[in-house]
């Protein structure tokens, strides 16, 4: 090669390096969404929010950013700090679908801070906070779980569901197959405890999935009762 072609070469990996570096440092997003029974009837305590016991349906855990290797980033801005200013208009509708279970009994800004500040923080390049909690909420708005699940003759009644028909049915419902995590109750009863959905970067497209959870589930999972 040529002076003129090692410097046209240079030039195009000089510019790579600051052009084309790809938008966002993640692959994808995992909506996870929690059945709130599950998580009282694990071991660890469960407390209701301020505002008291939450509706029967699926909450948000989080919107988290992953890498396709199954790995993902978290924490990744320090200087980036939950702001609740900003999302003052979305604080009612987050109370109703991202209830905070956790203990001592709290409002939820805990919740929201800690799923801001670990996950939101690794997707700032495409979105920011106001986005981050407000494309959770249309997105599990779009996914509308309880209503397919009992559309399907799959209730939150304690009764034992297979894993094939419960994801089938979330499939149906969605387009895309849906990763399902168990937890054990006491009794060692294998329950659905959470519903991890796929998105894509941009935070607002169900796609499927590049990995799946590994979920512990058996092949028959109980619907707790909330
Ligand atoms: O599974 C235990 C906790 O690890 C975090 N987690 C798990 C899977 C994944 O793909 N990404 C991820 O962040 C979650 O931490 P949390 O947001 O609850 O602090 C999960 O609860």
Redesign the pocket.
Known sequence: MGAKGWFVLKLLMFQGLFVSRPQEDFDFF?LVLQWPGAYCDTTRACCYPTSGKPAADFGI??L?P?YKGGS?P?NCDPDSQFDRSQISDLVSSLKKNWPTLSCPSNEGFKFWE??WE??GTCSESVMDQHEYFENALKLKGKANLLQTLTNSGINPDDGFYDLKEITNAIEGGIGFTPGIECNKDPERNYQLHQIYICVDTSGTEFIECPVL?RGRCPSKLQFSKF
């Open positions: 995992y855990h989080g988290w992953n993902w978290s800690h799923e670990k996950h959870p």
